[in-house]
């Protein structure tokens, strides 16, 4: 299924890794992938969702090192915020200090949107995750080091090509859509309207 997967796709996000760590076995079976295809794990829970006398600083080093068994073929780290998660942006700064590898953070309050918010993603290669999702505010589409999109809805041909329309062909773009059946099929028109078909060679 994966070498099926990645021949027709870039990258696919993992929902697993936010309630247990994968176990190296994983790593090994996913580093199988062709060339050039990403996994995007969504951090362990633990970081954004514990109380504050929870170390997730210290859980944020471990998981990190970890993930860093998949070499090449680690995409962006998904950081996902509850909705009951104000804006604190040195909570913010010290999680992806401590990850030290591309983040994309996803917020579920309205109160993250700002430019102080946006300059610490900056200052850590980091990105603001734009979320499709009737339960959750809508991020703006900033400038950041790479793009990240999460489309949880049912799309018509014309709402895909609005939304390809928004994906930026200057930098690297994921976008990843909810865990349906008809999940992979529009991963695959979107793909086609933003980027040339996949090859072997790529």
């Not at 680690?74 to 009951?84: A, K, S």
């Not at 930098?171 to 078909?197: I, N, S, W």
Request: overall charge negative.
């Amino acid at each position: 299924m994966l070498e099926h997967y990645s021949s027709r796709l870039g990258a696919v996000e993992l929902n697993g890794s936010f309630y247990r760590t994968p176990q190296e076995k994983a790593f090994q079976t996913w580093g199988q992938a062709r060339d050039g295809f990403r996994f995007c794990l969504k951090a362990h829970r633990a970081l954004t969702y514990s109380a504050d006398a929870f170390d997730r600083v210290g859980v944020a080093r471990q998981v990190t090192a970890r993930y860093a068994e998949l070499g090449d073929h680690l995409g962006p780290v998904l950081l996902q915020f509850p909705p009951v998660r104000k804006r604190n942006p040195e909570l913010l700064h010290s999680l992806l200090e401590a990850l030290g590898r591309p983040v994309a953070a996803e917020f579920r309050d309205e109160s993250w949107f700002d430019d102080e918010i946006a300059a610490v993603l900056r200052e850590h290669g980091a990105a603001l995750v734009v979320t499709d999702d009737e339960s959750w505010p809508q991020a703006p589409v900033g400038e950041f080091a790479f793009s990240y999109f999460r489309l949880r809805r049912d799309y018509s041909q014309r709402e895909l090509e609005a939304w390809a329309e928004r994906v930026p062909r200057d930098r690297d773009a994921y976008v990843f859509f909810k865990h349906t059946p008809e999940g992979p099929l529009r991963a695959e028109r979107l793909y086609a309207m933003v980027r040339p078909p996949l090859t072997d060679s790529v």
